[in-house]
């Protein structure tokens, strides 16, 4: 953790006060996805520290959500991100287990062992 890191989480928990309705419903996921990205970079840390203030970065990103009938959380937090560090990208990565549900019911043992003493005893 570097110097910028706890300013930067100190500063995305401050109460910027807006008023776009969309603000209460982005604010906690917004919040937490930058704490993440914050945690996970440094330069991005010294980036939210020396940007501009939460309440301007949450109407921006209310201002360019706005217009829409629908908006993905990926859209909002790179708007987000992008407020801090223009040109940054965020890479979203999904996978499908459609063994999920079984998996999670398995105990700690995951493998079986028998001897051929077993097979034809």
């Known amino acids: ?13 401050e109460d910027p006060k807006v008023t776009d309705r969309h603000y209460s419903i982005i604010r906690d996921g917004v919040k937490a996805a930058l704490e993440s990205f914050i945690k996970q970079d440094d330069e991005f840390a010294q980036a939210v520290v020396q940007g501009g203030t939460m309440k301007e970065m ?14 993905s959380d990926l859209e ?15 890479e979203f990565h ?3 287990d459609l063994c999920g549900s079984v998996r999670e019911k398995q105990t700690e043992r995951t493998s079986l ?9």
């Open 76 to 90: 909002v937090y790179q708007a987000a991100v992008e407020f801090f560090f223009p040109g940054a990208k965020i």
């Open 58 to 71: 949450f109407e921006a990103v209310c201002k360019k959500i706005g217009g829409k009938q629908g908006v």
């Open 113 to 121: 062992d028998l001897s051929f003493d077993d097979l034809f005893g």
């Open 94 to 96: 999904m996978t499908i």
């Open 1 to 13: 953790m570097n110097e910028y890191t706890q300013q930067a989480i100190d500063k995305i928990n």
